[in-house]
């Protein structure tokens, strides 16, 4: 029964909801959330445990987003009415990292799970994104910017190199929506020029400050 399929999707909430950072956090005795930027993320992990911690959380955020989508897109043969089934994991994943029910819906910011999902569907996108990433940093060292800019991309290259799918335009366009209302006080800080730049420390920063996922 093809509506058998669509149990992904939960599935990919569930596997979104296990946020990294938070849990190698409370194995050392602190909530990630209370330290540092406050954000359970990839940089406050580094800010808050180091380097190791930082990798590892960046790569299990990436990694659980790009293996659902790539199975679902590159190796099962799914039914046509299941077409959209990798986007809609996807971001799930993303949904599932910024939102786990667990943390009382205060997760990430989404960008290690975006690349997972760019990566799982096209690594054409996915190498696009680090480019971007990479520029961005050298040039400014606001991850923020990154983050917007390739969520903006997302939808975009989905519906125009991909699939040429409104209903796929429509969804990534929310998720990269969610996401950068994510961002709305970076981008107040990148202009009063307040924000963290990447390596910075914040001099008596208060604990809402966000910083990156």
């Given at each position: ?6 149990l992904?999707?939960p ?8 946020n ?5 956090a ?10 540092g ?8 992990a580094?800010?808050t ?35 959209h089934?990798p986007?809609l ?5 993303i ?9 009382q ?41 990154a983050?917007?800019?390739?969520a903006?991309?997302l ?7 991909c ?5 796929e ?11 950068i209302s994510?961002?709305?006080?970076n ?6 020029g ?12 208060p ?6 996922e």
């Amino acid at each position: 029964m093809n509506w058998l399929y669509y149990l992904w999707i939960p599935a990919g909430y569930l596997l979104g909801c296990i946020n990294t950072s938070a849990i190698i956090a409370r194995c050392k005795g602190f909530d990630i959330r209370q330290k540092g930027s406050g954000n359970a993320g990839a940089s406050n992990a580094l800010v808050t445990m180091g380097k190791g911690a930082a990798v590892c959380t960046a790569l299990v955020d990436i990694l659980k987003a790009f293996v659902p989508v790539f199975l679902l897109a590159h190796v099962l043969h799914l039914p046509a009415d299941c077409a959209h089934l990798p986007v809609l994991t996807g971001a799930a994943v993303i949904l599932g990292h910024m939102f786990p029910f667990w943390m009382q819906f205060r997760g990430g910011k989404g960008f290690a799970s975006l690349l997972g999902l760019t990566l799982g569907l096209d690594w054409r996108l996915f190498l696009v994104c680090i480019g971007i990433l990479a520029l961005l940093l050298f040039t400014t060292r606001y991850i923020a910017l990154a983050t917007i800019s390739c969520a903006v991309l997302l939808p975009l290259w989905v519906y125009f190199v991909c699939s040429k799918s409104v209903f796929e335009l429509i969804v990534l366009g929310i998720v990269s929506a969610i996401i950068i209302s994510k961002h709305i006080q970076n981008i107040k800080r990148i202009a009063n020029g307040t924000e963290i730049r990447l390596g910075e420390k914040a001099k008596g920063a208060p604990a809402e400050q966000k910083s990156e996922e």
